[in-house]
Structures are given as structure tokens and as C-alpha cells.
């Protein structure tokens, strides 16, 4: 029981004793992180339009256009990203 | 170890209080240096930290606990009220959760689990949001321990220690029935992770993509995890509970059932707003909605409230679980509510010939499912409170509802693979749909050419709406080798697997829906043409049934004694020869096992027959049909020889333990041997099955398909990802 405090009160308290020892961890903003998850979407959706196309779901005009469209929707993402990034 | 156990309870709890503290500071002051160099972020990390430490030692409590199961100590009351030293070892370490008490520690221990991986995964991702849900998941655990602390401690003692426990009740002494439950807490646990990311989101506004990313693999895990223990629930009630149905739409099966429809539709209509940014209000309201009601189905279980709204004030967890939902739903609607206008959709529905239509009428298909299961199952409680009376809905009641909307359901999941994403044209649609609609047409006239199937005509369409679906996912897989194959000259083994292993969410969610209606026409065929019938056979005659034929050939007697020479169980049962057509005979060996009640006023042999008893079902399953039987032996004769021994050992209480015991033994041996010699007739309920065991396959291709669903990306498809981002980065760099 005694061990189980000890470890315990241990493992809590050790963020706190790092941060008054001057340790300060590195964070990415939560813009960039929405940002890349919107990114990472946007690729599958890239990704799974090629396959409906392939797979005889989306004739070549209209995934060309979609593709197009969600390209710029992409490159739109990127920008935003990038601008996080300047100062 | 009973101390060590209240003690370490409690300090799970301190745990848990002072991890949501933390998180709640340090979100509120991340950005705010305070004196001493102490940052949000430190709290923030010191309540993550406090996740992983409550589940450390939340893992020993579990551990001291199966312990004194493994030894049976029975000076914890758990283990006496709940196991013996004559029950086998995997019942006794998997008896724990057979308990209320139990039940409760596995359940805070597997979501202490969860919780950890979770916030251990994102711990450099949804900074933001990760506090709040810390917080939450942590809100969870505190009450949890809150109950064991002050209500249900799995710790009490008992003393004087009793020499023996009452052991396992013996409708639980199924492996299916052991793995049922954590399999079911697993899926009500791994809700709350989505559930605690949907309030963090609302509470940061942040309502993007990222909470969803995040937990996604959770609630896809959760919904898998729920979904096996459904089955395995279906499976035990099928093969042990003796009345031959799989699902009886009893109120806890029922309560497990609507999270995992939610859960559901939240991870279709999640794939809407990664892509379009659409169904924000909808999507965190589903997520709120399935944890709610994973905690409903919890409380459901413990209460005991669906048997009556009186058990309700009986049971001690009635009012905390009921303040909790109150909380949780309050709560959930206030934040949704205060975020309406950061929750407004981005785009509108493009077209209603399109993926995201149909998933649409999906979900709202899948959520009218659960309300109409919603009140069926609390239609008996509603209605007591309101006359008095409770008036319960049967299978029927459901039937009505369920079957139209299931029908509906296997025709979106086999149109959903069909559509493209935002648009697809007339012409596509013509061409996607020839193939599979020609499909449900053969099927629809091969049944209705080989037999009386047009009878029962919501079966027929079922079948016909299966046969769709498979075509569909076959043809996407056929379509999806096909291009593969064209950029790769890969063989066909090769391609498939590579398609599958590039676009794993895709095609997991296409064999998911192949399993689906497998289930469903197993679910159909069984239900609309099952054949049931109750015989009373003497030695040697034959019944038949639905073109089986029936020989009750002998009766069997059998003593199960333990381990340690106590008596277990009686069991007495039949053998049938059982021949169909001009086939080989089989034999099957239903029986009916006698649990000794612990009551010796009972009378010292007669007690081993008024104790619980559990049938032992003789099954020939197989793809076509399933030949089921249980037998009733007719015990008549054997009680009123036990009757005349009960008097017997009354008088002879001066003789010693031991020989008393021998002579005990001696006299149920024999009754046991009397009824091999029985010649009255026993009673058999047989029931002939078609397609039950697609029910079983079309659950593994289910889980299989989730399975590959849920596995992480391989690093050929993160490959895959850079190299789009290259493509897109070098338009960028022309734009």
C-alpha cells in the first residue's frame, strides 16, 4: 500500500518538480494541429476520389474537376500552415 | 488484504479528485506563468500523470481481489457469495465480475485503461481539448471509486471466514459468458474516450477535425468491443440458457444494443465532416448521445431497475447513476447549445445522389432503431410510473419496428459503397447497379422457384437485399483489384491484399457490411422459418421433425464431483440417435444439470434437486441448419425416493460427518444409476433452425472487417500521404 502512494505520489508529482527545475516543453498551437488534421483529411479525400474514380464510381470529367477542386482546398490548407510558421 | 483493498479504493479516488483539479488548472492558467515557474502545463501533465497512476492502482486493487478469488479466501465476502472451492479455476478468476461489486472495479479499471492510452497517444497532440477530457474521463473514474468506496466495496469481510463459499451461479459457468462481460464494459469504456474529447471540444471551441482524429480509432474500437460482447450474449443465451432464441430483447441486451447503433452512425456520418465539414451539431450530439447512453446501459445492469421501478429505490446505485445521466445530459445539451454557432456546417448537401445522402438516411435510420428500442425497453418503467402497472412490449412489438427499419438499413449499406462522395451521376449509378441489382433479382427468383420463402415476405426481401449487398461489396473489391492491377501488374492475391492494405478503412467498412448481411439473413431465415416443437418421447421412440427423426434412446445419470470430492452437480439426460434423410446417424446428449441449493432444510438429498438448474443444450450446427434440443427429465420418481432418504438422514444425525458424507454420496450415486434404468418418458423441446450459424460467421466477418478498419495505417500508405503532399506542395509553388 505504502509502495503504491509512494509510486503514485511520484509519477504526479514529477511534472511539477520539472517545470520549477526550469524544464518548459515545446508545443505546437492548436491552429497547426487543427490545420493538419484538416490537411490529412483533405489527402484521403484526394486519395479515396482517385479510387472512386478508378473503381468506375466518378467519370473522369467529373473526378478531374473534383480532384481539382479539392486540390485547391489543399494548397488552400497548405498557405495556412505555412503562415502559422511566419513571424 | 482486505485493508490494503478499501485503502488503495481510496486512494484511487483521492487520485482521480485531484487529477481533475489539475486538469481543470492547468487548462484554465496554460498560458500563465505563476510564481514558483509553475505553468499550466506542468498541472496539465501532472493530471494526465495522475491517469496513468490511478490505473496502476486501480490494477493492483483488481489484482488482490482475483487473488482471493484464485485462493478462495473467503473471508472476502465477494468470494464467498460468489465462488467456492469446487468451482473450476478459470470460473474462479474470471468470477470477480459475476458480482455487482466486481463489476464495478472492472469496470473503472478498464476505463482507467482506455483513458490512459488515450491521453498517453495524444499527449503531444489536442492540447487544448486533452485537460477537459483528462477531467471528464477522470469525473468517470471518481465515480466510480466513489461507489466502491462508500456503496459497494468489493472488500468487505467476512467473519467468522465460512469453510466454503456459495459459489459461481451456474448459468455463468459458460466461457462465452466470461468474456462477455469485459467485452461489454470494454465497448461502454472506450465510449467514454469520444464522449470526453466531444465535451473537451465544446468546452475549447475547438470543433474542428482534430477530437475527431483523435478519437476515432476509440470509438471504432468501442463500437467493436460492443459489438462482440453483444454477440458473445447472443451466443450464451443461444447454447445455454435452454429456451432456444439468441435474442429475447430482454432490457439488458436492449441497453448494450443502442450505444453500439449510435456508435454506429456516429462513425459514418464522422467521415461527413472530415470531408465537408458538415453535421458538426449532429456529430457531437451523437457522441454525447452514446456516451449517455453507454453510462445508461451500466446503470441499467447494475440497477436492476428494468425489472421493476420499485427495484429502483432497492438498489443503492439507483440515485448516483441517476444524478450522473442527469449531469451528463444536462451538461451535453448546455454545451451544445452555447457552441450552435461555431457548429455551423461549412457546405451543404451537394446532392442527394450522393455518399453523404446516404449516409445521412443511414444515421437516421440507425438512430430511429434506438429510439424505438429506447422505448420498448423503457416502455414497462414509463408505464408503471404513469398507472401503476407495468405493461412490458414483446419480441412482436419490436418485430414491427425493427424489421422494416433493419430492411432499410441493409439497402443503404449496400447503396452507401455505390455512391461517390458529393455527386454521382445517373449514368455511373446505372452501371455501379446493374450487377448487384441483378444479384437480389436471382436470389428473389431462385426463392421464389425452390419454395414457400414468399410466405414470410419481409424474409424474402431480406435475402434479396443481402444478396445486393454482397454483390456491391464484391464488385467494389472486383473493381478495386481491377485498378490496382492496372497501375502495378500485380497478381490478383497481391492486389487485393494491397488495395486492402492502402485503403484499410475503406474496404474494412465494405467486409463489415458484407458480415452485416450475412447476420441479418441468418437473423431472417432463422427467425421466419425456424421450426419448433415440444415431444414427450419413452425409451426407444422416434419423433420427427421438420425431416429429422428423433430416437430417445436411452437416459444418461452422471455425479460431477469436484476436485476435492464434493459434489458439483447432478446430471441427468438423454441420448438421441438423430437421422435426417438417408444420412449417417449422429447422436446428441442434451442434459439438465441440478445445482445443490445451499438450504438444508431443503432435506439432505432433495436439496440437489431444488437448487438452480441449467440445461446443457445437444446441438448439430451447421451452415444449412441447426438441429437444437434440450431434454426435461422427468424427475418424478427420483424426488419421491429423495423425500424417503431425507427422512432417512434426518434420523441418522448422530452418525459422524464423515460417514454421513460417504452415505450421502452413496445415495445419490444410486438414484443417478436409477434414472439410467428409467423407463417414463422425458420431454424434449426440439427446435430445427435454417442459416442460425451465418448469424456466428457474419459476426466474425464483422469483426474482421472493424479489425482491419482500426489497424493503423501502414507505412505504404504514410508514403503514399507525402507523396500527395509533394504533388500538392509543387501546385502550391506554381499557384
Redesign the interface.
Known sequence: ?IA??A??VL??????R???E?A??G??S?ER??L??????K???????E??H??????RE?WRA?DAEL?AE??EL??RLDALDEP | MLLAGRALLILALAIALYGIVASLYGARTRNVASRGGLDGRAWIASGRRAVYALTGTLLVCFALLELAFLRSDFSFELVATHSSTTTPAFYRATAVWSSQEGSLLLWVVLLSTWSSAVLFITRNRAREIAPYATAVLLGFAAFFCGLLVFLETPFAQLSPAPIEGTGLNPLLRHPSMMIHPPMLYSGYTLFAVPFAFAVGALATRRLGLEWLRNTRPFALAAWLCLGIGVILGARWSYAELGWGGYWAWDGVENAALMPWLTGTAFLHSMMIQERRGMLKVWNVSLVLATGILAILGTFVVRSGILESIHAFGASTLGVPFLVLITVMIVGSIALVVSRLPMLRSEHRLDSLLSREAVFLLNNLVLVALCFVIFWGTFFPLISEAITGRPASVGPPWFGRFVVPLALVLTLLSGLGPVFAWRRATAANLRRVLLVPTAAAGVVLVALLATGDVAERPAALIMFCLAGFVLAVVAQEFWRGVRARRAMSDDSVPRALVSLVRRNRRRYGGYIVHAGIALLFVGIAASTAFQEARDVRLARGETARVDGYELTYVRPTGNLDVASNGSLEKIDLGAVLRVRRGGGDPITLRPERSFFAANDPSLGSISRYFEGEATSEVGLEAGLRRDLWTVVSPDVRNLLAIAREGDRVFEQARSLPIGERQAALGEALRRLVTLYGTEQAPARFRVLVSPLVSWIWLGALVVFAGGLIALWPAPAGSRRLASTYAARVARELSRA
Open positions: 500500500m503504491v502512494l509510486v503514485a509519477v504526479i508529482v514529477a511534472p511539477l520539472r517545470r520549477r526550469g518548459t516543453g508545443a505546437g492548436p494541429a487543427e493538419e488534421a484538416a490537411k490529412e483529411a489527402y484521403r479525400e484526394i486519395r479515396e476520389a479510387l472512386d478508378r473503381t468506375g464510381k466518378l467519370s467529373d473534383l486540390r489543399a494548397i497548405l498557405r
